[in-house]
């Protein structure tokens, strides 16, 4: 019989001790998405040295997950096991460090380099600040819930809010909101803007509709529309300040 080949998922900076369970939970279910032979692969171990879970293939379907692994380094993994691995990315981020998926020669096969290297912040200051994103991350605390919103502007915004926020926005999961509160902007020297210790006050869903619903809904507005809009935009004259 072919011997097992062993994996090793490694999150740097914790121990089996300091790693919540419900965290590492949501490590294992994006690396099962995004190798995609869960049904094949077996967690043997945990072990101290950094937080470090031994995975084991079984033997027949080794070729596949090389050549997955092949795959996301490459770049021309299915889109689902690549936003995967962009998501174990994001979660180091967060959680302040980096990790990695080790063979048993110890080479990093999937590398997740996570912490962004330090950037020298040339403004900062605390204000108000509006932003859109999807809300993917609901979590009680003793202090009251944590928030994470991903936008497209300034990445994972890490939000606090209060126990009653938290109640009405665990209905928009997965969805797109748009929320106001304070926090700190901070400008570093490549023009970068970036959102910290943000206290969220308010927010409002979002409907994402397509173009085409939104064209429909222009055409119901009862509106003469000239033969050429956009001769007619043209046309318009500004004089002592007044569009004619």
Not at 73 to 83: D, F, N, Q, S
Not at 184 to 192: A, F, L, M, Q
Not at 193 to 211: E, K, Q, R
């Amino acid at each position: 019989m072919k011997e097992t080949t062993r994996y090793t998922f490694r999150i740097e900076g914790f121990t089996p001790e300091t790693m919540p369970l419900k965290r590492l939970l949501a490590y294992y279910s994006e690396i099962a998405k995004m190798l995609e032979v869960d049904d094949h692969l077996h967690l043997t171990g945990v072990l101290e040295g950094s937080h470090r879970s031994t995975l084991v293939v079984d033997p027949n379907h080794e070729s596949e997950l090389r050549k997955r692994i092949a795959e996301i380094k490459e770049g021309t993994a299915p889109k689902a096991a690549i936003k995967a691995h962009d998501t174990i990315n994001e979660m180091l981020c967060e959680d302040e460090t980096s990790g990695g998926v080790f063979d048993e020669s110890e080479r990093n096969v999937i590398p997740f380099p996570g912490r962004r290297p330090e950037r020298e912040a040339i403004y900062r200051i605390r204000d108000a600040a509006t932003f859109t994103g999807k809300l993917y991350h609901i979590a009680e605390t003793n202090e009251g819930v944590n928030v994470r919103v991903r936008t497209e502007a300034y990445g994972v915004v890490a939000c606090k809010t209060t126990l009653d926020i938290g109640k009405e926005l665990r209905g928009h999961l997965f969805g797109t909101v748009k929320v106001r509160g304070h926090g700190i902007w901070t400008r570093t020297g490549d023009g970068k803007w970036s959102i910290d210790d943000f206290s969220l006050i308010d927010f409002a869903p979002v409907s994402m509709a397509d173009l085409r619903e939104t064209v429909d809904r222009l055409r119901a507005l009862d509106i003469e529309w000239p033969d050429d809009p956009i001769q007619a935009i043209r046309n318009i004259e500004e004089k002592d300040g007044q569009f004619r």
